[in-house]
Structures are given as C-alpha cells and as structure tokens.
Nanobody
C-alpha cells in the first residue's frame, strides 16, 4: 500500500490548511482512513478518522470543531481541512489506512502509513 500526503506548510495562527492523502483505490476504498500527528519530542497521536464510506467520523478533543476529515466515496483519497490553526498544531501529519472498514484511532489499527507532511503554525 502506498500513500502520498500533501498540503502541509507554514501558516500563521488562525489560518487554514487542507491536507490530502491519496492511497491506491484497491487497497483503501473499503477501509477506514485517518490522520495522526507527531510533534518534535512527542509521541504520534490520533487526530481524526473516517469510516470506509465517509458516513461517520471521529476527532480528538484537541481538534474537534476546528478540523474536518472527509473522503470521496469509493476512492482512496482522504482530506483534512484545518481551520483556526494554533501553534500547538505544529507537527508532522501522517495519513493512515485502517485494517478494517471502521475508524483508525490507535497505531495498532493502522494497516499502512503515509510519509508525513509538515505543518508549522507561527504565533
């Protein structure tokens, strides 16, 4: 499984970014997908996940109300719209394909990782 993430960059606090992650359709269209992030010196943490058909999603408390995850039904592309960004959102963001059709919220549920894209939020 190959995943290609893009969309990271430098943004001021309060700004927005949209991350994209493209996976091979055959290996991800029936699987949940999600985003994790890892700040320098920190553990990789869950951010958001969406089920196989995009019908439901879950978020970490730290991003709820500011980030929105979405996907194109039947496709292997997942997006993360990030609004009202804060300096504490600075991290490398990784997309992930779940082992199942449901959410991926822990590292043990991950079938495959993307290569990561850096998001830097300046104050």
């Amino acid at each position: 499984v190959q995943l290609q993430a893009s969309g990271g960059g430098l943004v001021q606090a309060g700004g927005s970014l949209r991350l994209s992650c493209a996976a091979s359709r055959r290996t991800s269209s029936n699987n949940g997908m999600g985003w994790f992030r890892q700040a320098p010196g920190e553990e990789r943490e869950f951010v958001a996940s969406i089920n196989w058909n995009g019908g439901s999603s879950v978020y970490s408390d730290s991003v709820k109300g500011r980030f929105t995850i979405s996907r194109e039904y039947g496709q292997g592309t997942v997006y993360l719209q990030m609004n009202n960004l804060k300096p504490e959102d600075t991290a490398v963001y990784y997309c992930a394909v779940a082992r199942s059709a449901s959410y991926v919220t822990t590292r043990t549920q991950v079938r495959a990782w993307g290569q990561g894209t850096l998001v830097t939020v300046s104050s």
